[in-house]
């Protein structure tokens, strides 16, 4: 995975939006945001909050869904969703 990429955790949404904000300042064209399971509505809202309020000329380009096996703490497998929501700077 490249640099650009944002690992979406538990933290407050404005959090990372700060995040992709300062990756577009340094010069990325493009910023992925990374988010598995609950944190899953916390990418949306700071892609979407990204797109509408402080990157105008920024846009979803794309989004992949996926699902990935992880062991737990009493070593059950479970399966959990993955969404990688790709923002790019319009140039």
């Given at each position: 995975?490249?640099?650009?990429?944002?690992?979406?955790?538990?933290?407050?949404?404005?959090?990372?939006?700060?995040?992709?904000?300062?990756?577009?300042?340094?010069?990325?064209?493009?910023?992925?945001l990374r988010a598995r399971g609950k944190a899953i509505s916390r990418a949306?809202?700071?892609?979407?909050?990204?797109?509408?309020?402080?990157?105008?000329?920024?846009?979803?380009?794309?989004?992949?869904?996926?699902?990935?096996?992880?062991?737990?703490?009493?070593?059950?497998?479970?399966?959990?969703s993955i969404i990688e929501i790709l923002i790019e700077k319009s140039a």
């Amino acid at each position: 995975m490249e640099n650009n990429t944002i690992f979406v955790g538990s933290k407050p949404v404005m959090n990372y939006v700060l995040a992709v904000v300062t990756q577009f300042n340094e010069g990325s064209d493009s910023v992925v945001l990374r988010a598995r399971g609950k944190a899953i509505s916390r990418a949306v809202d700071a892609a979407e909050i990204v797109r509408n309020r402080f990157v105008p000329d920024s846009e979803v380009t794309d989004i992949q869904i996926s699902t990935e096996e992880i062991e737990n703490y009493n070593h059950e497998k479970t399966n959990v969703s993955i969404i990688e929501i790709l923002i790019e700077k319009s140039a």
